[in-house]
């Protein structure tokens, strides 16, 4: 193992550390890769960058999920608010089915404050003895046959760590893997088109509103949460070529949300209006590494295989994923060669089990079988009933909620 990291310092640069392993980001991956890796006995430096902004996609956890992080070590429960009911319009008949998640057997689902979150998961990692590096810019890492090595700068100067293994916890960037020459795999094109709404005066009715809302359209899917901070998000699920250009534009995406029944009941322009004129567009497609592993790196989260947010299953799968990537440095350390290889071979397990349930929950809906966005998703259904796993995992397997680009 390398000697201890030399701790980056209030009021003092350090230039040169080691690390026995470095873990590049900042969500829920990384936190669960740097923890597991610390209580195992290794040194480990983590390097993050700060993002400022409070409101990203990933805003739910369903039922459960929570006591599965609390035993992860990287859960907190305040400030995040209990999601009381789950609305579906979806499927051949398009009819409302609502589930109360306060009655859940689990527990009920949570909305998330996804910022609060993120840095819960730091401050657990510190707890652990990781050494945390808040980057800015480019963050350049180098695997070599002896090693790995990471540069960087911060506000106090530049860091170089030296170190045996590298963990790209990235997103869906995976800087390190492509870095290394490994390509990521696209299975589809869809995109989220997303805009964050305030309340128009404050009414009880505002105050007892908990719900998520999930319903099909002709050309893909519309998402709305409530959030912290007294706001809303509001998503539109399509696939890129699809996507009409005007929809960059909150009040386009407002009014293409009109020919909604359930989400226009709950994001009516008399009670809402858009933080910012413009929207924002996220990936939000199923995608994977050519290869989860290599030359004395790994990725886990999001750089090793990306979710489609209505699975459900991104923020569970991201920690859990970090840990058993953790473990399998772990065992290289202690001379298992078999390691790395079994590490992949679980990822390529959860794939092929993620793509059968995605395919059964995209072909529940029939209404527009024929449209380009359904058609390309219509499979026979798998392993699935109606609304299984929709949105916020009312009985969706905990295995692996929009997803973000920091796990």
């Known amino acids: ?19 026995d392993v470095v873990v590049i980001g900042g969500g829920p991956a990384a936190a669960g890769a740097a923890s597991s890796l610390a209580a195992s006995g290794l040194t480990v430096a983590l390097v993050h960058k700060f993002e400022s902004s409070p409101t990203r996609l990933g805003e739910s956890l369903p039922p459960g999920v929570a006591s599965h992080l609390t035993a992860m070590g990287v859960w907190r429960a305040a400030p995040h608010e209990r999601c009381g009911a789950v609305r579906v319009s979806w499927g051949r008949d398009g009819d409302l089915r609502e589930a109360d998640l306060n009655l859940h057997h689990h527990g009920s689902g949570l909305r998330l404050d996804r910022y609060a979150f993120d840095a819960d998961g730091l401050n657990a990692c510190a707890a652990h003895g990781v050494d945390l590096i808040e980057a800015i810019g480019t963050v350049h890492v180098d695997c070599r046959g002896s090693g790995a090595a990471m540069q960087c700068r911060t ?105 909604t029944t359930l989400v226009t009941r709950e994001c009516d322009a008399q009670h809402w209006e858009p933080l910012g004129a413009a929207t924002s567009i996220h990936a939000a497609n199923s995608s994977r590494l050519s290869a989860a592993t290599g030359l004395r790196w790994l990725a886990a989260g999001d750089a090793a295989m990306a979710f489609d947010p209505l699975s459900s299953i991104g923020i569970l799968a991201a920690v859990s994923g970090g840990q058993r990537a953790a473990d399998a440095v772990v065992r290289a350390f202690d001379g298992d060669d078999s390691a790395f290889e079994e590490y992949q071979h679980f990822n390529d397990e959860v794939w092929q089990h993620y ?34 796993g929709m949105a916020l995992g009312i009985e969706a397997d905990p295995i692996a909620k929009p997803t973000n680009d920091r796990s």
């Open 155 to 259: 506000a106090r100067g530049s860091v170089d760590v030296h170190t045996s293994f590298a963990i790209d916890c990235t997103g869906r960037v995976s800087a390190v893997a492509r870095r290394h020459g490994v390509r990521r795999m696209h299975a589809d094109r869809l995109v989220a088109v997303v805009t964050t709404l305030r309340h128009i005066g404050l009414s009880q009715a505002y105050e007892d509103d908990s719900s998520l809302t999930v319903e099909a359209d002709r050309d893909g899917w519309w998402y709305s949460c409530r959030i912290p901070r007294g706001q809303r998000v509001l998503a539109y699920f399509t696939d890129r070529d699809l996507m009409a250009d005007e929809l960059r534009q909150s009040s386009a995406l407002m009014q293409a949300m009109k020919g």
């Open 1 to 19: 193992m390398a000697p201890a990291a030399a701790p980056v310092t209030e009021g003092r640069v350090t230039r040169l550390m080691r690390a």
């Open 355 to 388: 793509t059968r349930e995605l395919r059964g929950q995209y072909g529940y809906e029939t209404r527009w079988a024929q449209q380009p966005f359904w058609h390309r998703r219509q499979r026979p259904a798998v392993g699935t009933s109606a609304g299984r």
